[in-house]
Nanobody, 124 residues
């Protein structure tokens, strides 16, 4: 069993930056695909970013390309999301997720473990 805990959310102004982190505990997850999703108010959960087990491949949702960056440290069992040039439309609850295979999916139902979420609010 794997537990994921996000931190780093908060309120920021448009154009600002924020760094989210996710700490994993329980079963070793070094071979898992790790990712981030977000869910704006009243909308479906959407894919943000993912990183393969060794960090060699990264993937980003179209709306965050060039602004967000995912990284992971398997030795510390952590994954981070650096968010720059934030926009009001980035406002959402952000979730850390893990997928127990080498594949990367943008569909939430394909992911196996989820954190509790952390709120990110970007003001105009």
């Amino acid at each position: 069993q794997v537990q994921l805990v996000e931190s780093g959310g908060g309120l920021v102004q448009a154009g600002g930056s924020l760094r989210l982190s996710c700490a994993a505990s329980g079963r070793t997850f070094s071979t898992y695909t790790m990712g981030w999703f977000r869910q704006p108010p009243g909308k479906e959960r959407e894919f943000v970013a993912a990183a393969s087990w060794n960090g060699g491949r990264t993937y980003y949702g179209e709306s965050v390309k060039g602004r967000f960056s995912i990284s992971r440290d398997n030795a510390k069992n952590t994954v981070s999301l650096q968010m720059n040039s934030l926009k009001p439309e980035d406002t959402a609850v952000y979730y850390c997720a893990a997928q127990v295979d080498y594949s990367v999916s943008t569909y939430p139902h394909r992911w196996d473990y989820w954190g509790q979420g952390t709120q990110v609010t970007v003001s105009s």
